[in-house]
């Protein structure tokens, strides 16, 4: 099974393609990846070096991919970060090429815009973003990318739920919403929004930076959902694989997430946080 996987990197740490491409390499999925941006780190650290890829060189690869048959038994597109508006011209002409030579091509879009109320990519970028969102058949915002999609308030689970369906309406039939973040009450929790129905996991947060979590926990309901096609299963797995993580990134005292160190967790996390069903 191969994956396209168009995302930020960074020379040290795990976040974008730096941490997409090692969980979906240990859940046994073959990956293509084209980096948005280069940085030397995460800008958490107080600065970073590096700045966003030329697009032309990306479509060229992109070019060079397609004309060698490179694209042939893609099974999803997922697409990340993006370091500047015309990288989601990029994204589009990759999911219409991947398309071509692999009818069924899934397209999973993380619409990275912000967080905890603050958009850090230029407006450019979220227009773009807004303008893959449709062709999207799973998407993965935070609770404050989902308002940004949707324009509706996410202040409560009740919110983020109607938010949530309001996105999925806006695609097809099918179309799966997961929403990181998810205040509730004393936990943290990731809901599922699908035509089955919508689905909650929660997990005691870890009061610590998660750089990268975000990015992993998409590339890993997504492994496992290309895998399984069991949405709950892998809403659960995904979920108590990126807590363990962060959790063991706490205890290190590390600012970077710790997948190597922790990698076991990834394909078999050590407690699972079961995924509930909501009455709707």
């Known amino acids: 099974m191969r994956v396209l996987s168009i995302q930020s990197s960074v020379a ?31 800008p958490g650290h107080g600065g970073f070096a590096g700045g966003p890829a030329d697009p032309a060189e990306l479509g060229a690869l992109v070019e060079g991919l397609d004309a060698r048959g490179l694209l042939a038994g893609m099974r999803c597109v997922l697409s990340g970060y993006l370091g500047a508006g015309t990288h989601g011209t990029v994204v589009a ?88 973040s998810v205040t509730d009450g004393a936990t943290l929790g990731t809901l599922a929004c699908a035509r089955g129905g919508d689905f909650i996991a929660r997990v005691v947060p870890v009061d610590h930076p998660a750089y990268g979590a975000g990015d992993s926990f998409a590339a890993l309901f997504l492994g496992r959902y290309l895998a399984t096609g069991d949405l709950p299963a892998s809403l659960s797995l995904a979920t108590s694989s990126v807590r363990a993580v962060v959790a063991a990134t706490a205890a290190a005292g590390s600012l970077d997430l710790a997948l190597v160190a922790n990698q076991a967790a990834l394909t078999d996390p050590p407690a699972l946080a079961p995924a509930e069903r909501l009455a709707d």
Request: a positive charge.
């Open 93 to 180: 002409d990759a999911l219409a090429r991947a398309r071509r030579a692999s009818p069924g091509c899934l397209f999973a879009l993380d619409p990275v815009m912000g967080d905890r109320g603050r958009v850090f990519v230029r407006p450019e970028v979220v227009e773009s973003i807004r303008n893959l969102a449709p062709a999207a058949d799973i998407l993965f915002p935070n609770t404050f990318e989902l308002g940004l999609l949707t324009g509706l308030p996410v202040d409560s689970l009740a919110d983020v739920r109607a938010a949530a369906r309001a996105l999925r309406a806006a695609g097809r039939s099918d179309r799966i919403v997961l929403v990181t």
């Open 12 to 42: 040290s740490g795990a976040v974008g393609n730096s941490a997409a491409v090692f969980c979906l390499q240990r859940l046994g999925i073959d990956v293509v990846r084209l980096d948005t941006v280069r940085f030397s780190n995460h």
